[in-house]
DNA sequence: AAGACGGGGAC
DNA sequence: GTCCCAGTCTT
């Protein structure tokens, strides 16, 4: 806490406040920040904060909007629990966030961690945190081996967690172990020097910092390959709603087709008219679990005669920005739209 | 208990 | 290229 008051971080956007701080941001800026970056999330939280500025305009808005506010940020499981548990708010709570940390974890998209770390800043409630931060500093500090990840080896770090919580302060003693995580005990540049645990901390004095948390069991990362249509028409792509569950769920993209497939054909199966086709540049997705290959066709067809459907729209293509996209479509569709006077020339014609 | 779920920054 | 981040939910 000592450490926190004189390096810690105290300007961060959500941080703007007193000592009786609106849990919206607190709570708005906690599931952002569920496996995401700082950095990352500062322009996404203002401008989510700037559209919605409370509960109820978060609870009124569709969930498209939301959506869309959220393109590109990944996870967008977040993006609908934290729209759906607003609803929940205004519906079961009077439109208050709820003070009970039994009450906050019961939101959909707030687990054990997030709920204390809101109940912390908010209400200076006494609840451990452990995040990824908290998890490397304990790790080191104790050390205590094995992945983070495996059930045993995360008890042990709850346990640790709420042992060591003060009697007081826990709003400078959580943001101050989350900061000393983030700044200091870094993952492979960790700043022992100036640590203030150094002189008791097992990773230090024994030089383990680099095996201590241990790694994820590696595991081979499947493949996977998926053509999708770019349908153009008059300088408009096609796009469709994807399920709400599985990748990218309540997204906006590319219809998708097993590689291989003609993609004449698929267009055509779709009610178009095809003028030509042309395969784009294929583009290449990691995820955590999974590396994507998509393999983009340029397909310009001559007016859809396919069936209006909510879930099918022709979005204009200078309209992408306040879209909801998966970010690799929106990178194809960006490139599309930059060398793209062409696509309209040949659609004109 | 394990897998699904994004995207990007650091190395 | 590999690792993993202010984790949670589903199966």
Known sequence: MHWHATHGRHDLPWQTMGTRPDPYPVWVSEIMLQQTRVDTVIP????????FPDISSLARADEDEVLALWSGLGYYGRARNLHAAARLIAQRHGGRFPYDHAAIQQLPGIGRSTAAAIGAFAFARRRAVLDGNVKRVLARVFGVAGWP????VEARLWQLAESLLPRSGIRAYTQGI?????LLCTRTQPRCDVCPFAAECVAHREGRYRTLPGPRPGKALPEKTTAMLVMTHGG?????KRPRSGIWGGLWSLPEHPAGE???HAAMHQGFQVLTCEPLPHVVHGFTHLRLHIR????AVSRPTGIATPARVWLPLRALHDTALPAPVRRILAALAVSGGEASARDAA
């Open 149 to 152: 990840g495996d059930r045993v």
């Open 236 to 240: 408009r792509v096609m796009l469709e």
């Open 44 to 51: 996404y939280f203002q401008r989510f904060m700037a559209r």
């Open 296 to 299: 983009p066709w340029l397909v």
């Open 262 to 264: 003609d993609m004449v």
């Open 178 to 182: 989350m900061d000393l995580g983030a």
